[in-house]
């Protein structure tokens, strides 16, 4: 049953990541200096971003409880 669980988590966790906005200009702009990369800023997110920001945290905790548990039964 807890196997179940976990996958549904992962299946979750993976749909939400694909679900965020991008935060910079892709790989490209790391390769070719366009902007300079900066990887610590501070970018605020708002609305709908912010849910779905708070919602993959919330489930890759989640994930990371269920096989901390399952790897102790």
Not at 42 to 68: A, D, Q, W
């Amino acid at each position: 049953m807890l196997r179940i669980v976990l996958m549904v988590v992962s299946v979750a966790l993976i749909i939400l990541s694909l679900m965020q906005s991008g935060k910079n200009d892709g790989l490209s702009g790391a390769f070719t200096g366009s902007e300079g990369l900066n990887l610590f800023a501070n970018v605020k997110e708002r609305g709908p971003e912010k849910m779905i920001s708070n919602l993959t945290m919330l489930v890759g905790i989640l994930f990371f409880v269920l096989v901390i548990i399952m790897r102790f039964q």
